[in-house]
């Protein structure tokens, strides 16, 4: 068995087919979800996702690029929700440049992003972090405000190099579709290096589908790609890579 780190079954286009995304996927030996928020309205979401399915978890926060989403809500209300036991983490949270470049949407992102870090602290959570071109900056802000839950680099988009810098913070490193892509020479050699207790496998859906879905919706259906391929480029069985990142998952999240 297991499981999906990081997937949006609270989006839209997977939302509608929830059921049988979850009933297929556990056929295929995916027997676990963590639901990710990324806005004010998609957090509490993934909580009734959770609560409607046993095997399903959440994660609640705010994303970079979705700050305005909270403006005029209930910030209290929202982080409430860390109280409740089928809440396993603060995020996707974090620094992501790639559409916003300006210093001052810059240096917004950063208020946020320690800001919540701070909030995952008093509640005693992990956070999941997401890092689109702001590595260094993402760095930079973990080692001065550290998470002391731990947390996870969502989509790990950076070298090989770089990946003991964050698991030197006590972080986990998440692995998604990108590692099949027949050009993803970088993610792969990430694959290979990261420490097995720091290792864990994600779809991102729906979004990142791994190969030959290239392109498609994604789906925790496809998985089982991604631990397979993980699993080859590790040079351990797919059993050895499934009960690794289940355990790291589990450990992580206190699930």
């Not at 989509?155 to 990946?163: A, F, Q």
Request: glycine share 6%; net charge negative.
């Amino acid at each position: 068995m297991i499981i999906d780190s990081h997937c949006h079954l609270n989006e839209e286009r997977l939302y509608v087919l929830r059921k049988n995304i979850i009933k297929q996927a556990q056929e295929l030996g995916v027997d676990r979800f963590v639901v990710v928020g990324w806005d004010y309205e998609s957090s509490f979401l993934a909580v009734e996702i959770a609560h409607e399915f046993d095997c399903c978890y959440a994660s609640i926060g705010i994303m970079p690029t979705d700050i305005d989403s909270i403006i005029g809500k209930d910030e209290d209300k929202l982080y409430e929700l860390l109280k409740d036991p089928k809440v396993v983490a603060l995020g996707e949270i974090g620094l992501d440049y790639h559409w916003e470049k300006t210093p001052e949407q810059k240096e917004r992102q950063k208020e946020w992003f320690i800001k919540q870090i701070d909030i995952a602290n008093q509640y005693k959570k992990p956070i999941i972090i997401h890092c689109r071109e702001a590595l260094q900056d993402t760095l930079d802000i973990l080692k001065a405000h550290t998470p002391i839950c731990s947390g996870v680099m969502h989509c790990y988009s950076g070298s090989p190099e770089m990946v003991n810098d964050f698991v030197k913070l006590g972080l986990y490193i998440g692995v998604d579709g990108p590692v099949t892509f027949t050009n993803g020479r970088s993610i792969k050699e990430v694959a290979q290096v990261i420490p097995a207790d720091r290792l864990l496998i994600e779809t991102d859906s729906p979004y990142l589908s791994p190969h030959p879905h290239r392109g498609e919706m994604d789906s925790p259906v496809y998985l089982p790609l991604i631990a397979n391929e993980v699993a080859t480029l590790r040079g351990v069985s797919y059993n050895e890579l499934a009960k690794m990142t289940s355990d790291n998952t589990e450990r992580l999240f206190k699930l």
